[in-house]
């Protein structure tokens, strides 16, 4: 079913949040950035991993770019950058490594997006994900090029 990439889904488990997270890969063009917010645990990274894996294989090695701040995939007819900025103290240092270029060249993931000081990509996806009981709700609010971008999902 077709889905406008706006608004509330209520994901259930982590395999919901997987679900997500590939049915948005689909739907992500090059210039375009998914921008994922929420606590620690809320499963931005588990919606990131199975984006990324949805682009490159089912197989693909995805770990946490916390440390390294980034990390990068060349996936079939689209590469895409994973910024995890939390470890960040300006929004300087994600230009410095590389979001610009990463936009450039394909897509952008970027976990604590909020580091970049209002220098948010203007064509981009914003994902709130918020624990609710056992479960998980993910806020999609379309900016630029997203608005009005629907996508295949079955919640």
Known sequence: ??????????????????????????????????????????????????????????TEDVPSPTFTLVQFYEGEGLSVAHFDLYRLTSADEAYEIGLEEALEDGAALIEWPERLEGRLPADRLDIEITIEGEGRRARLTPNGAWEGRGFEFRS
């Open 1 to 58: 079913m077709i889905v406008e990439a706006d608004g509330d889904f209520r994901l259930d488990d982590e395999d919901a949040t997987s679900a997500l997270g590939a049915a948005l890969a689909g739907a992500l063009r090059a210039g375009e950035a998914l921008c994922l917010t929420g606590p620690l645990g809320a499963g931005k990274s588990t919606l990131a991993r199975a984006l990324i894996r949805a682009l490159t294989t089912p």
